[in-house]
C-alpha cells in the first residue's frame, strides 16, 4: 500500500548542482582527488557560478584551491599532480580560456601516455564552461569541442541533463587519461530529474532522447533541449525524430547512432559551434560512408554560421540554432524529394 510520502516525486536539481554532488562524492571516496581554478574555494565565492562551493570548507583548501589567474599555470599544476599518483580537476573558467593553456592540453595532457610507452598516465579533469545566450560575446561563448575532439589522447564529454552531468563527472574522474567536460551555462540551472548517488555514465556511451523512425538527429550538450523542443513541429509536419544525445563527443558512440540510422535512413547532426569542420563534419562523413547507397538523403547539418558569437541579443539569437530552425530543417530533409 503506498501512501501519499511513496508518490512524492524526487526534488529536481540543476546541472549546477550535480556538478557539486558528484565533486563532492568523488573527493569524499579518494582523497587523491584535488580541485584547483580560479575563485574555486569558498572564500572566493566556491567558482563564478558555484559549481564548486562548499568543497573548500568541507575538504580543506589543500584539496579545493584557488589559483592565480594563470590557464597555463593551473593545466602545469593539474599535469604535475597526475603524474605523481593525485587526480587534479582543474576548472578552466570560460571554454574560450582554454586556448591561453593549448600546449599543456594538447602537448603535454594529451600525449604524455604515448610518449612514455604507456608507463605515465594523465588522470585529469579539465571543467569548463562555455555556450551563447548572455551577450559576453566572441571571448566568452564559443564552442570549441572539434578543436579537443581532434586531439588524440584526450577524451571529450557534454551532458546535456543533470543525471548525466553527475554520471559522467564521476567516469571522468575515473578515468587514468585526461577527459575534457564541457558545460552548457544556458542550461546550468534548469531543474531536471536528480541523478543518482555513485552512479556512473560510461565514457562513449549515448543514450536515445527520443525515438522516431522518419529521422535520426545526432546532437549534445544544449542542443539535446533545443532539438527536444523543435518535436512539436516536426510531428506537426508529419515527421517522427528520433534524437541520439551523443553525451561523449570523442570517442562517439557509433554503434547507437548506427542503429537509429539503419532504422530512419536519415540523419541530421544539430551542435551550437560554427558549421565548419565541426564536429558534425565527422560524423557526417563516418555515416555517409557507412550507409552509403542506403541513405535516403544526405546527411543534414544545422549548425552555426562561420562567424564570432555576436554581442547584440538579436544577433546572438540569430546565432544559436533555434528550435524551430532545427524542425524546419528536419523537415526538409525528410520531405525533400532523392
Same mark, same amino acid.
Given at each position: 500500500?503506498?501512501?501519499?510520502?511513496?508518490? #512524492?516525486?524526487?526534488?529536481?536539481?540543476?546541472?549546477?548542482?550535480?556538478?557539486?554532488?558528484?565533486?563532492?562524492?568523488?573527493?569524499?571516496?579518494?582523497?587523491?582527488?584535488?580541485?584547483l581554478g580560479e575563485d574555486v574555494a569558498d572564500p572566493e565565492c566556491g567558482g563564478v557560478t558555484?559549481?564548486?562551493?562548499?568543497?573548500?570548507?568541507?575538504?580543506?583548501?589543500?584539496?579545493? /584551491?584557488?589559483?592565480?589567474?594563470?590557464?597555463?599555470?593551473?593545466?602545469?599544476?593539474?599535469?604535475?599532480?597526475?603524474?605523481?599518483?593525485?587526480?587534479?580537476?582543474?576548472?578552466?573558467?570560460?571554454?574560450?580560456f582554454t586556448t591561453v593553456a593549448m600546449d599543456m592540453i594538447f602537448n603535454h595532457a594529451a600525449?604524455?601516455r604515448y610518449m612514455s610507452g604507456g608507463q605515465t598516465h594523465v588522470p585529469i579533469v579539465i /571543467?569548463?564552461?562555455?555556450?551563447?545566450?548572455?551577450?559576453?560575446?566572441?571571448? *566568452?561563448?564559443?564552442?570549441?569541442?572539434?578543436?579537443?575532439?581532434?586531439?588524440?589522447?584526450?577524451?571529450?564529454?557534454?551532458?546535456? #541533463?543533470?543525471?548525466?552531468?553527475?554520471?559522467?563527472?564521476?567516469?571522468?574522474?575515473?578515468?587514468?587519461?585526461?577527459?575534457?567536460?564541457?558545460?552548457?551555462?544556458?542550461?546550468?540551472? #534548469?531543474?531536471?530529474?536528480?541523478?543518482?548517488?555513485?552512479?556512473?555514465?560510461?565514457?562513449?556511451?549515448?543514450?536515445?532522447?527520443?525515438?522516431?523512425?522518419?529521422?535520426?538527429?545526432?546532437?549534445?550538450?544544449?542542443?539535446?533541449?533545443?532539438?527536444?523542443?523543435?518535436?512539436?513541429?516536426?510531428?506537426?509536419?508529419?515527421?517522427?525524430?528520433?534524437?541520439?544525445?551523443?553525451?561523449?563527443?570523442?570517442?562517439?558512440?557509433?554503434? #547507437?547512432?548506427?542503429?537509429?540510422?539503419?532504422?530512419?535512413?536519415?540523419?541530421?547532426?544539430? *551542435?551550437?559551434?560554427?558549421?565548419?569542420?565541426?564536429?558534425?563534419?565527422?560524423?557526417?562523413?563516418?555515416?555517409?560512408?557507412?550507409?552509403?547507397?542506403?541513405?535516403?538523403?544526405?546527411?543534414?547539418?544545422?549548425?552555426?554560421?562561420?562567424?564570432?558569437?555576436?554581442?547584440?541579443?538579436?544577433?546572438?539569437?540569430?546565432?544559436?540554432?533555434?528550435?524551430?530552425?532545427?524542425?524546419?530543417?528536419?523537415?526538409?530533409?525528410?520531405?525533400?524529394?532523392?
Amino acid at each position: 500500500m503506498s501512501g501519499p510520502a511513496s508518490q #512524492t516525486k524526487p526534488k529536481q536539481v540543476s546541472i549546477l548542482q550535480a556538478l557539486n554532488q558528484a565533486l563532492s562524492d568523488a573527493m569524499e571516496d579518494d582523497p587523491k582527488v584535488l580541485v584547483l581554478g580560479e575563485d574555486v574555494a569558498d572564500p572566493e565565492c566556491g567558482g563564478v557560478t558555484g559549481v564548486t562551493s562548499g568543497l573548500s570548507t568541507k575538504f580543506g583548501e589543500h584539496r579545493c /584551491r584557488s589559483t592565480p589567474i594563470s590557464e597555463q599555470a593551473i593545466m602545469g599544476a593539474a599535469i604535475g599532480a597526475s603524474l605523481v599518483g593525485y587526480k587534479p580537476v582543474a576548472e578552466i573558467m570560460l571554454m574560450n580560456f582554454t586556448t591561453v593553456a593549448m600546449d599543456m592540453i594538447f602537448n603535454h595532457a594529451a600525449k604524455l601516455r604515448y610518449m612514455s610507452g604507456g608507463q605515465t598516465h594523465v588522470p585529469i579533469v579539465i /571543467r569548463t564552461m562555455t555556450g551563447a545566450g548572455f551577450s559576453t560575446a566572441g571571448q *566568452h561563448s564559443d564552442f570549441l569541442e572539434a578543436w579537443f575532439a581532434h586531439a588524440a589522447g584526450l577524451k571529450v564529454v557534454a551532458p546535456a #541533463t543533470a543525471a548525466d552531468a553527475y554520471g559522467l563527472m564521476r567516469s571522468a574522474i575515473d578515468d587514468p587519461d585526461p577527459v575534457l567536460v564541457i558545460e552548457n551555462m544556458p542550461i546550468y540551472w #534548469t531543474p531536471m530529474e536528480p541523478p543518482q548517488r555513485g552512479h556512473r555514465v560510461p565514457i562513449g556511451k549515448a543514450r536515445i532522447a527520443a525515438e522516431g523512425n522518419d529521422l535520426t538527429i545526432v546532437t549534445y550538450s544544449g542542443m539535446v533541449h533545443k532539438c527536444l523542443a523543435a518535436m512539436p513541429q516536426m510531428a506537426a509536419a508529419g515527421v517522427s525524430a528520433e534524437i541520439v544525445d551523443l553525451r561523449t563527443i570523442s570517442p562517439w558512440d557509433q554503434e #547507437t547512432v548506427f542503429a537509429s540510422v539503419g532504422k530512419t535512413k536519415r540523419c541530421m547532426v544539430v *551542435h551550437e559551434a560554427v558549421r565548419p569542420f565541426g564536429a558534425g563534419a565527422e560524423i557526417a562523413a563516418v555515416v555517409s560512408e557507412q550507409f552509403f547507397g542506403s541513405l535516403r538523403a544526405p546527411v543534414g547539418r544545422v549548425a552555426a554560421p562561420f562567424t564570432p558569437v555576436p554581442f547584440a541579443q538579436a544577433l546572438e539569437s540569430a546565432f544559436v540554432p533555434s528550435p524551430e530552425k532545427i524542425a524546419q530543417a528536419a523537415i526538409n530533409l525528410v520531405k525533400a524529394k532523392n
